[in-house]
């Protein structure tokens, strides 16, 4: 008799979707109980202090979410020159698809922990960092 491996997912479907297909060959029996949702906050374009915003050195994204939440600053963070970096490749591809441009620092292992370790030896010391 074989035994079935049974996996619960909490994340949002969206979420699990490449793990969901990675898992697919395997005899895994997936299933799949969001316990997090996510949704904008609400805010008025007026609240953005765009001025605030863009006086950081860089803005590190850690969700593809926090790129779409900030798409309406993404002339300035490329006026000021602000970096761009991002925790994985899909946060990549929201950088790419959202803002318009590449991101300048991805993390290979898809951490934060990485991610701020790849900033903090690029920037110089006492530079500003925007978690978003």
Excluded: W
Aim: charged fraction near 25%; include cysteine; glycine fraction near 6%.
């Amino acid at each position: 008799m074989q035994t079935v491996v049974r996996l619960i997912l909490t994340r949002s479907p969206d979420d699990n979707r490449q793990l969901v297909s990675l898992l697919a060959d395997r005899t895994v029996e997936v299933l799949e109980y969001p316990c997090v949702d996510f949704a904008p906050m609400p805010f008025a374009e007026r609240e953005l202090d765009r001025r605030r915003l863009v006086s950081f050195a860089a803005v590190a994204f850690t969700s593809h979410r926090g790129v779409a939440a900030v798409a309406s600053a993404a002339q300035e963070f490329s006026r000021a020159g602000t970096l761009l970096a991002a925790v994985g490749k899909r946060t990549s591809a929201a950088v790419e698809r959202v803002l318009g441009r590449c991101a300048d620092f991805v993390s290979a292992e898809g951490t934060g922990s990485d991610l701020g370790e790849m900033l903090s030896a690029a920037l110089p010391a006492g530079s500003r960092v925007l978690h978003i």
